[in-house]
């Protein structure tokens, strides 16, 4: 167990007990009819957990990325896509944490708090995933507004949330470094949602496009100054993959917990499969793994809350190990349960669905490699 604060325990219990008593008996429901869950949300909201990460002179309970990983991890244990809403409400709201003007902060993080108002980041485009600098939606200004023009994909909570964070560029000539960050708010004309998208796992969560045509948005939407969007992005990512480790790791500890039961139950040869030692020997590598990812990402999460400004290695590390223990895990939880494990009746095969996308999203894990490969190189150099 981490050196949880009595504090963060109590919102660990407030979470798992969400999670146990009101995700579990629905996320078969929500993962078949892949309708957004409001009634989840709102038990979300009644805990006041939305304002874990949020600071306390904007309504919140003054806690960081520990608090977001904390409730992340435990709302997963139950569902990776419920989980979401909560998630991708930190990340959306990550570059107004980050980089925004007090008025903004003012304004738009107390209704994030009381989760009275879902948020989303927008940054990937159709061609622009992984080169996330290859992003072409454009920012134009004219006068005291931008026009913003063009089309966001893939975005999570993308139609339910009242209030996105979007990336484009003012400058389209100069690519990467033309690009700057906005708020726009659901109902602003010009802004409209597309294709919902049909997905293999976190069905609980909506996927969606947005699409930006002459939408016009208050200039003082902007997000830090004009230039800086590519760098608001990329910190957001450093301090919101912990975030998807936490929903890794709480998905492969669900799976875990189910895998253990089901062993204990079922038996073959007239015993209990997990008095094969063969059986303990894959729970205790599942068991084993999720300790280590645990321990990475609330190592990472401290550094990020004590205010430390070179995470982005092991925020990606982070994400990389515990994407990949969730995908394992998960995957040797349906083999546990054989052919039960395969069928939907049972929560585990949901669970390795869900668990993919977490090698996939805010950044693939190949990427993740990228980013650690590009700091230790550049740590060597300084080093020289
Ligand atoms: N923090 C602050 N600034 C950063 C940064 C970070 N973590 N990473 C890069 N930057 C800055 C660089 O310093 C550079 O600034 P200058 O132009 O002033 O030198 C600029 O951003 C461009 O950096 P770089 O040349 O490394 O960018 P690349 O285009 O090579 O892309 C990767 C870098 C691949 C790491 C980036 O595009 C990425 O993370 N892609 C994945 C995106 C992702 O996670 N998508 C998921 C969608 S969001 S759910």
Same mark, same amino acid.
């Given at each position: ?79 990776g896509g419920?989980?979401l809403?909560?998630a991708a409400?930190?990340l ?31 940054l990937t485009?159709?061609?622009a995933g992984s080169d996330a ?20 994909q893939w975005i999570t909570?993308?139609?339910? %949330?009242? *209030? &996105?964070? =979007?990336? /484009?560029?003012? $400058? ?5 470094? @033309? ?18 998208e049909?997905k293999m796992g976190i069905r609980?969560s909506?996927t ?29 990512l450093?301090?919101s993959r912990?975030g998807v480790a936490?929903q890794a790791?709480?998905i ?42 645990? %321990?990475? *990402? &609330?190592? =990472?999460? /401290?550094?990020? $809350? ?5 995470? @982005?290695?092991?925020?990606a590390?982070?994400k990389l190990f515990a994407s990949d223990v969730a995908m394992?895990?998960t ?21 390795m669905r869900d668990a993919k996308i977490t090698q996939i999203y805010e950044g693939t894990n190949q990427i993740q490699r990228n980013v ?13």
């Amino acid at each position: 167990m981490h050196n949880f604060s009595e504090e963060q325990l109590m919102i660990q219990e407030l979470a798992r007990r969400i999670a146990i008593e009101k995700i579990v008996p629905v996320r078969e429901h929500y993962d078949r009819s892949g309708e957004f869950p409001w009634e989840i949300v709102e038990e979300i909201k009644k805990s006041d957990l939305f304002g874990v990460f949020i600071p306390e002179e904007y309504g919140g309970f003054g806690g960081g990325i520990t608090e977001m990983a904390i409730v992340t991890e435990e709302l997963s244990r139950a569902c990776g896509g419920i989980s979401l809403a909560f998630a991708a409400t930190g990340l959306g709201a990550m570059p107004i944490l980050l980089s925004g003007s007090d008025g903004q902060k003012s304004k738009y993080l107390p209704q994030i708090a009381t989760g009275e108002k879902l948020t989303a980041f927008a940054l990937t485009e159709p061609d622009a995933g992984s080169d996330a600098g290859g992003l072409k939606t454009t920012a134009i200004k004219d006068g005291n507004e931008y026009v913003l023009d063009g089309t966001k994909q893939w975005i999570t909570n993308g139609g339910e %949330a009242k *209030i &996105y964070t =979007v990336i /484009a560029l003012t $400058d389209p000539t100069r690519g990467a470094r @033309g690009a700057s960050a906005f708020i726009v708010e659901d109902g602003t004309p010009g802004f409209s949602y597309g294709k919902k998208e049909d997905k293999m796992g976190i069905r609980g969560s909506t996927t969606r496009e947005l699409i930006f045509e002459d939408c016009r948005i208050p200039a003082e939407n902007l997000i830090g100054r004009e230039g800086m969007g590519f760098m608001v992005a990329m910190k957001t990512l450093d301090s919101s993959r912990p975030g998807v480790a936490a929903q890794a790791i709480g998905i492969a500890e669900g799976a875990l917990e189910a895998a253990i039961q089901y062993a204990r139950e079922r038996i073959q040869f007239g015993k209990p499969v997990i008095a094969n030692q063969g059986l303990q020997w894959m729970l205790a590598d599942m068991a084993t793994q999720i300790e280590a990812a645990r %321990a990475l *990402i &609330y190592k =990472v999460a /401290a550094m990020i $809350d004590a205010g430390e400004k070179k995470v @982005g290695k092991m925020s990606a590390m982070a994400k990389l190990f515990a994407s990949d223990v969730a995908m394992k895990v998960t995957t040797d939880a349906v083999q546990v349960f054989g052919g039960y494990g395969y069928m939907r009746e049972y929560p585990v095969e949901k669970m390795m669905r869900d668990a993919k996308i977490t090698q996939i999203y805010e950044g693939t894990n190949q990427i993740q490699r990228n980013v650690i490969g590009t700091a230790l190189i550049s740590e060597a150099a300084r080093k020289k």
